[in-house]
């Protein structure tokens, strides 16, 4: 059984030094535990998942098999780094799954949000079983549960998590960073290589996108969702928000109004922009984004995204407001 109470004199970690101190412990701890066995993990390339990674290919190499699973509902360019930090740049024994059209096909006329979520979570869970009924050998799966999902593994976020163990799944875990709190998590990530651009990525819900392309998803506005959360990063990203706002985003209403493009009545979409401030995602607060660079993102969205013709501010706390919309 692996322990999972944090010492009470266990210290934080804060720095490179105390960070290359517990890869080392837990390298050693790792190639204990599972000597010359195969261990699975599902890398969804957010932070938790992909430190896991990163310190279990250390400790082990080939040893370890990771399987990434694209549902269709990650940000631009989320599964190309996955596979450009992992397979190309650690070597990583990677499986890459696209089961894009698996999963938007069963999205498709889906309205209800807790219904898309159980579809995503359910579909992720029998796409992740079927590659590892494919594998032979593997005795161990590791997990990027860190030490809040311990804390609150009975409490009000349990049911955020998507996925979990297949049934009939019998392997023993392998939970390197369970007692670690996010920020030392981070840290840890930052000695293993990891890009920042990993690293320091803001919290992204399991079910993706998904939530955000409010209502039944189709493709077109799903890609239009994309692109516009991509831009809404960009933007962020240069004007020296990205570091300082807890979480931002783009969601996509199923709903169209009437404007004018090119001299021409052009109905489309409208892309409505979520930056929240928060500790512990119970509340949360805006942020105050500066007019001049709403103007921006509204000028580049309306013009670089192809059925968005309007951009619109939500400036609602929580509560009231939830931070996802759906
Ligand atoms: P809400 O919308 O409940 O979100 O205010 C609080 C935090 O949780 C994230 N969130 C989710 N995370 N699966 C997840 O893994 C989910 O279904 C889910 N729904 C919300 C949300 O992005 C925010 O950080």
């Known amino acids: 059984m692996l322990n999972n109470k944090r010492p009470d004199d266990m210290a934080r970690i804060t720095t490179p030094a105390l960070a290359e101190a517990f890869i080392e412990e837990q390298v050693a701890a790792v190639r204990e535990q599972v000597g010359d066995k195969k261990v699975l993990l599902a890398l969804s390339g957010g932070v938790d998942s992909s430190v896991v990674a990163a310190l279990l290919i250390k400790a082990i190499g080939k040893q370890l098999v990771c399987v990434h699973v694209n549902h269709g509902l990650m940000r631009k360019g989320e599964s190309e780094q996955v596979i450009e930090v992992f397979r190309e740049g650690l070597d990583a024994n990677l499986i890459y799954v696209d089961a894009t059209d698996r999963f938007l096909n069963l999205l498709a006329g ?3 949000p807790e219904k898309k979520r159980k579809i995503i979570g359910g579909e992720f869970i029998k796409v992740f079983d079927e590659e590892a009924s494919k594998l032979s050998g593997i005795s161990f799966l590791a997990q990027g549960t860190i030490y809040p999902d311990i804390l609150e593994s009975d409490g009000v976020k349990s049911h955020h998590n998507v996925g979990g163990l297949p049934e009939g799944m019998q392997f023993e875990l392998v939970e390197p960073v369970r007692l670690l709190y996010k920020d030392e998590v981070r840290v840890v990530g930052k000695a293993l290589g ?93 942020e105050e984004i500066p007019y001049s660079l709403l103007h921006r993102i509204t000028d580049r969205i309306t013009h670089e995204v192809d059925g968005i013709n309007r951009v619109l501010l939500d400036l609602t706390p929580k509560p009231i407001g939830t931070i996802e919309w759906e």
């Not at 993706?208 to 994309?226: E, F, M, P, S, W």
């Open 194 to 286: 990891l890009p920042a651009s990993m690293v320091d990525r803001q919290p992204f819900p399991g079910p993706g996108l998904g939530v955000r392309c409010l209502g039944a998803i189709t493709r077109d506005r799903l890609a239009a969702l994309r692109e516009a959360d991509a831009i809404l990063r960009e933007e962020f990203d240069k004007n020296g928000l990205a570091g300082k706002v807890w979480q931002y985003f783009i969601a996509v209403p199923d709903m169209k109004s009437v404007g004018v493009k090119d001299g021409k009545r052009y109905e489309g979409w409208p892309a409505i922009i979520r930056a929240v401030n928060t500790t512990d995602a119970m509340t949360a607060t805006i």
């Open 110 to 112: 889906v309205a209800e």
